[in-house]
């Protein structure tokens, strides 16, 4: 999943984006409310991250744009009002969820995992393709019963080729929803990432899941 964080302290910024990607979440990270602005604009995010207090642009008029254009991705605010009426402002601009700080990160991810449940109804909370078990809230998987050793990149790259089974994915589409604006396009580290899960996922199984589609891609499938 690819989120677009919007947070101007450095110190809470480096704190989500550490524990974000640490979880698997490819992460963008915008400083004010019109960097926020273009990054949604050219980037698909399944989730934005949006505090209140930024420059040029604020929480409320980034969230409220971003409706108006037509943008669906669910908005999570973080403020450190406590005030009802802001957090009705934030809800009446278009956010789904409101967060105070200070606040527990595990709180955080509980609502990012309620928040992208609710806006992608084809994510269960295990998916099953042949002997493979994956536990999208565990972010664990096993073969035949088997625990596989995953990093968190190596889990990404596996659950979104999951969750799109029979689709052949273009590294473009990989790139955009598994990793984030650091990512060169121009690298073979999808291919990469590929080979490891091929090595983890398939070798020793009669049925392979993982298949190349020879100028197009790869597909995730057990027929």
Same mark, same amino acid.
């Given at each position: 999943m690819r989120v677009l964080l919007v947070e101007d302290d450095t110190r809470i910024a480096s704190f989500?984006?550490?524990? $974000?990607? +640490? *979880?698997?979440?490819?992460?963008? *990270?915008? =400083? !004010?409310? +019109? +960097?926020?602005?273009?990054?949604? /604009?050219i980037?698909?995010?399944?989730?934005l991250i949006l505090d209140v207090n930024i420059p040029l642009v604020s929480g409320?008029? =980034?969230?409220?744009?971003?409706?108006?254009s037509g943008g669906k991705m669910?908005? %999570?605010? %973080?403020?450190?009002? !406590?005030?009802? +009426?802001?957090?009705?402002?934030?809800?009446?601009?278009?956010?789904?969820?409101?967060?105070?700080k200070p606040f527990d990160f595990k709180e955080l991810l509980a609502r990012l995992r309620a928040l992208l449940r609710r806006h992608l109804e084809i994510r269960p909370d295990q998916v099953v393709i042949d002997?493979? =078990?994956i536990d999208t809230r565990a972010q664990v998987a096993k073969r035949s019963g088997v625990p596989v050793m995953l990093t968190a990149k190596e889990y990404s790259l596996l659950e979104f080729l999951a969750l799109n089974r029979g689709r052949v994915l273009g590294r473009a589409e990989i790139a955009e929803?598994?990793?984030?604006?650091?990512?060169d396009p121009?690298?073979?580290?999808? /291919?990469?990432?590929i080979k490891r899960l091929r090595n983890k996922i398939d070798d020793g199984?009669?049925?392979? $899941?993982?298949r190349t589609r020879r100028g197009a891609g790869y597909s995730f499938d057990d027929v």
């Open positions: 989500i984006l550490k524990g $974000l990607r +640490e *979880h698997s979440y490819a992460v963008d *990270h915008a =400083v !004010d409310g +019109e +960097e926020a602005l273009f990054q949604a /604009e980037n698909p995010y399944d989730i409320f008029g =980034v969230c409220r744009q971003i409706r108006q669910p908005i %999570l605010m %973080l403020t450190a009002r !406590d005030a009802v +009426e802001d957090r009705v402002t934030g809800l009446d601009c278009g956010a789904d969820d409101y967060l105070i002997d493979l =078990v929803h598994v990793w984030d604006e650091r990512f121009f690298s073979n580290l999808i /291919e990469v990432y199984h009669h049925v392979r $899941l993982i």
